[in-house]
Structures are given as C-alpha cells and as structure tokens.
C-alpha cells in the first residue's frame, strides 16, 4: 500500500511539475498561481522525503 501511495505521490509532483513549466511558459505567468503549484509540489515532497525516512 505505501508504495502506491509514493508512486501517487510522484506522478502528482510530477504533473504540478508540467502546469508550472506550462504557465512560466505562458506570455504573462500568473504569479499567484505559480506559488501555489509550487508550494503544493514541495509539500508532496515533504510528504514523499516523511515516508522515505519511516523506513
């Protein structure tokens, strides 16, 4: 069961990954946006580093 909820993990800091390399992207970024998709994604990696330390 962790391992599926790691490997969940990974494809959605994986996917947060993809909507800011779209958005920084886009003509005019919208910065707000671009925080929160960044803060999300370092908070699953917290979550997948806790997990990583457990075992």
Request: avoid cysteine; proline fraction near 4%.
């Amino acid at each position: 069961m962790e391992k599926a909820h790691v490997d969940d993990l990974t494809s959605k800091h994986a996917a947060l990954q993809t909507q800011i390399d779209a958005e920084e992207r886009r003509p005019h970024p919208d910065d707000v946006l671009l925080h929160q998709l960044k803060k999300e994604k370092l908070r699953l990696k917290d979550e997948m580093l806790g997990l990583a330390t457990v075992h």
